[in-house]
């Protein structure tokens, strides 16, 4: 597939990351054959895969990887951030990731009262508390997952503040 540019994917960002689930960029599904000890085959699906850019308008070339990984009745969530061209504070940022992890795992057939493990990475621990605010609003507080909070000096795009990874059961 060729042609997906960070400027492509930031037009899109009102389709998989704004108010609707749209059709995955691609999907793949993986069927590893049957090992020698018998075992059945392993079904790992992928969907939203990226290809390389050029890295314009960015500075950064878009990796290739998959946005959301299943295998079995596990769902891994790459690392997702707000959309760059309308990051805001670190309220709108953690709200705007929220709802996309939210419109990532239902395309993976879950949701959030199913996550297992959760990393966060700010650029600026002193937005912690005011990050949190909008993560408690938007938890499921019976079942909430595991978090570690890490500082990383720098995200892939200027203005990018949180980024936030998943992992959940199906």
């Not at 314009?56 to 990887?65: A, D, G, N, Q």
């Not at 949701?111 to 990393?119: A, E, F, P, W």
Request: hydrophobic share 45%.
């Amino acid at each position: 597939m060729t042609g997906i540019t960070r400027r492509y994917l930031t037009n899109i960002a009102a389709g998989i990351f704004g108010g609707t689930v749209f059709p995955p960029i691609a999907n793949a599904v993986e069927s590893a054959a049957q090992g020698a000890a018998g075992e059945p085959a392993m079904d790992i699906q992928r969907h939203v895969i990226l290809e390389p850019s050029s890295g314009k308008p960015f500075t950064s070339v878009t990796p290739i990887i998959s946005y959301v990984t299943v295998r079995d009745n596990m769902v891994y969530l790459a690392g997702i951030t707000a959309d760059p061209a309308h990051p805001g504070d670190i309220k709108d940022q953690t709200t705007q990731v929220l709802g996309r992890i939210d419109r990532l795992l239902k395309l993976a057939g879950t949701d959030k009262s199913k996550l297992l493990t959760v990393k966060v990475w700010l650029t600026d621990m002193s937005l912690f508390a005011t990050h949190n605010e909008a993560w408690n609003a938007w938890v499921d507080a019976k079942s909430p997952p595991v978090r570690a909070c890490l500082h990383s000096p720098q995200l892939w795009a200027p203005g990018l503040i949180v980024e936030i990874m998943v992992t959940a059961a199906k």
